[in-house]
Every structure is written in structure tokens, then in C-alpha cells.
């Protein structure tokens, strides 16, 4: 059995497709202003975002998006840091990971 979609509702659209844009490589397949957005990754896998008002996930919801190596977990956290984000180091736990706040409310975990 293979997951399908699931949607996040966000704060901010906009801001939160920018960022699964920008540091996951999803691809918007389609949108409906600042209330939808669609996003696919290379797997077929979508992701679709809904806005809503003062979202709060419990403190340990997140997203996931492994990577194939450590040198590429430590190249996101590093464009990250430098654009800005409040992200530690990764460090060893249950792999190669580090975790990051999104823009649209939820968390981001980046691990090999």
C-alpha cells in the first residue's frame, strides 16, 4: 500500500508552497489564490495545502523528506540557516536529522 496525498492546513499558503518549493523541490500543480495549492513530488506523491486561521499542530507533528546522503541534509540546513531559519545542526538520533519550522505552522523533519 503506497500513501497517496495528504493536506496540511497552513497559516500561509503562499509562503508555505514557496518553501516546500524552494528547499524540497515540490512542484505546484495547480492553486486557487492564497486558499489551495497542490504540490507534487518526484514519487507522485501530493501534497495539497489549505489555509486556515492560527493553525497550531501538536508539538510533535512534521513532515518528513529524507535525503540520500548527510552532505545533502547538511546543504539544506545550511541554505536554511543562511536564509534565515532558526535550524540546529543535525545531529545522530534516529539517523542524520534536524528539524525546521515552516512558514504555513508546521515542522519539517530533514534526516538521511
Same mark, same amino acid.
Given at each position: ?10 497559516? &500561509?499558503?503562499?509562503? =508555505?508552497? &514557496?518553501? %516546500?518549493?524552494?528547499? *524540497? !523541490?515540490?512542484?505546484?500543480? #495547480? =492553486?486557487? #489564490? &492564497?486558499?489551495?495549492?497542490? %504540490?507534487?513530488?518526484?514519487? #507522485? ?18 513532515? !518528513? *523528506? ?17 536564509? !534565515? *531559519? ?8 534516529? /539517523?542524520?536529522? *534536524?528539524?525546521?519550522? =515552516?512558514? /504555513? #505552522? ?5 534526516? =538521511?
Amino acid at each position: 500500500m503506497k500513501l497517496n496525498h495528504l493536506n496540511l492546513t497552513v497559516n &500561509d499558503v503562499q509562503e =508555505s508552497r &514557496d518553501f %516546500l518549493e524552494t528547499y *524540497f !523541490g515540490m512542484k505546484c500543480i #495547480g =492553486s486557487r #489564490g &492564497d486558499a489551495f495549492a497542490a %504540490l507534487f513530488d518526484d514519487d #507522485g506523491f501530493v501534497l495539497t495545502l489549505m489555509k486556515g486561521k492560527n493553525v497550531k499542530y501538536p508539538k510533535t507533528f512534521h513532515i !518528513g *523528506f529524507p535525503q540520500e546522503n548527510k552532505e545533502k541534509v547538511d546543504q539544506i540546513n545550511e541554505r536554511l540557516r543562511n536564509d !534565515g *531559519f532558526n535550524v540546529d545542526l543535525p545531529i545522530e538520533a534516529h /539517523g542524520y536529522t *534536524f528539524y525546521v519550522q =515552516s512558514p /504555513g #505552522g508546521f515542522t519539517v523533519e530533514v534526516l =538521511s
